[in-house]
């Protein structure tokens, strides 16, 4: 890693006040008047500290190539802002921000134009801004500068605690006064009633002048048909209907185990050699497998009726994205590479291939349109009082197996790091249950890195 955690965290800050001053101003010039952009009280929006911290982990490396830059600092921002979007949403029932009437929109959470001016950003920032910031910090006295972020996070906790604590009392204000909100709606369906007339004109020319616009309606009210068919079955007492959290992490865990079926199948037939695939030490379980079927469902799930073509693109763009940050995230953690491309053509820094990102799009195709349908319906098979105690059942195995696992790891590491011998009991219980032979036959693709 090029920057330290305690320079991390100063990034965050940093880039959360800039990204706050930056899109106040554009939101004043736009508006005419002072807009506050951002979601918590004081001077600040998260999402740019997010977004930047992320750079400087994630894309350093790629510093010496600006097209791979730009393109690593676009896909991040899709991920990242995707994600943050839908987790507000999903938390506040709201969206922050909606690009549903934008032309280039996915999802109505990312907005193409503004993904590029982030993969500019990156660029600026891992060149010019970060090499910047971090001599700056290194002004600051480290033992002052420790403290002044213990105060800026404690105000920055405090402030995010007081922002839900009020969207959830406006919320229970709303409920209240639902008696008024239900006058309001008979007040609108009044309106509505005497527009229908002039609104089915409206439509009938616009179909004619613009074909494609019916596509899109029908395809919204085919959406809306699915949503409202869930809401019914999962009034039903139907088990983990939708996109669900429940469906996600019964995936997660199919997904897991059917990618390392499948990759140890492919290594068998191309090198001849049964080899471990998986990513933990008890089972045969792949996270990154397990994680990508989640984040292909999540993101895709609304475009599921969408061309094969479509599909693969996103599949071929996402896969490759998910994979690069999964071996830089995994080298920073373990210390440890678990594949390298480097003799493969077409490779970036050996993290990823395209002959790779295709296969992750055709697997996004498969999955959605064979997988995804078959095993959904077998998952709502499930008696719902059993499927939820079986899936915490299971979460709780992976959150010790993820833990164990990782632990091991860092045994292993140390073991080939130093000459020290075991300093504490659990160094001794690792060691003698995951010595040298087992860790190589679990991850026999595993290279440790130089610290």
């Not at 990154?288 to 693969?312: H, K, M, P």
């Not at 032979?437 to 026999?444: A, D, F, S, T, V």
């Amino acid at each position: 890693m090029d920057y330290s955690i305690y320079q991390l965290l100063w990034f965050f800050l940093l880039y959360s006040f800039i990204g706050w001053v930056m899109g106040t101003a554009a939101a004043a010039v736009r508006e005419k008047k002072f807009v506050d952009v951002g979601f918590l009280f004081g001077p600040y929006c998260p999402a740019y500290g997010i977004g930047a911290v992320a750079f400087a982990i994630f894309l350093p490396e790629l510093r010496n190539s600006l097209f791979f830059l730009f393109a690593g600092g676009v896909i991040l921002s899709f991920i990242i802002t995707l994600s943050t979007g839908f987790i507000l949403e999903r938390i506040f029932h709201r969206k922050w921000w909606d690009y549903s009437r934008k032309k280039f929109q996915f999802g109505g959470y990312v907005n193409l134009p503004y993904s590029v001016v982030w993969g500019i950003s990156a660029v600026v920032c891992i060149s010019l801004i970060n090499p910047f910031l971090g001599q700056a910090i290194s002004f600051v006295p480290t033992q002052f500068g420790k403290i002044l972020l213990i105060i800026l996070y404690a105000v920055v906790g405090i402030d995010f605690a007081g922002t839900v604590t009020g969207v959830a009392a406006v919320r229970s204000r709303l409920k209240k006064a639902s008696l008024i909100t239900n006058v309001s709606e008979n007040l609108q369906k009044t309106a509505d009633s005497m527009g229908e007339g002039l609104a089915g004109w409206v439509q009938k020319h616009m179909a004619k002048a613009y074909p494609n616009l019916e596509a899109q309606k029908l395809l919204a009210a085919q959406q809306e048909k699915e949503r409202l068919l869930e809401e019914a079955r999962e009034k039903a007492g139907v088990f983990a209907v939708g996109c669900s959290f429940y469906k996600l992490t019964a995936l997660f865990f199919l997904g897991a185990f059917l990618g390392d079926i499948t990759e140890t199948i492919f290594c068998l037939a191309t090198t001849g050699r049964l080899m471990s695939r998986s990513s933990v030490v008890y089972g045969p379980f792949s996270i990154v497998w397990g994680l990508g079927c989640v984040l292909l469902t999540a993101i895709l799930y609304q475009y599921r009726n969408r061309s094969d073509s479509y599909i693969f693109i996103f599949g071929t763009v996402l896969g490759g994205a998910y994979e690069y940050i999964c071996s830089v995230f995994t080298e920073l953690v373990f210390g440890t590479v678990f594949w390298d491309y480097s003799d493969i053509p077409f490779n970036l820094g050996g993290r990823i291939n395209l002959l790779y990102c295709f296969f992750w799009g055709i697997a996004a195709v498969i999955w959605l349109k064979v997988l995804y349908p078959r095993l959904s319906a077998l998952i709502e098979k499930l008696p719902k009082k059993a499927g939820i105690i079986i899936t915490w059942i299971m979460i709780i195995f992976m959150v010790f197996n993820v833990i164990m696992s990782g632990l091991a790891l860092n045994r292993y590491t140390q073991r080939h790091s130093t000459e020290q011998s075991p300093a504490d009991t659990v160094s001794e219980f690792l060691d003698s249950h995951f010595p040298d032979e087992r860790m190589k036959r679990i991850y026999p693709n595993a290279i440790l890195v130089d610290s």
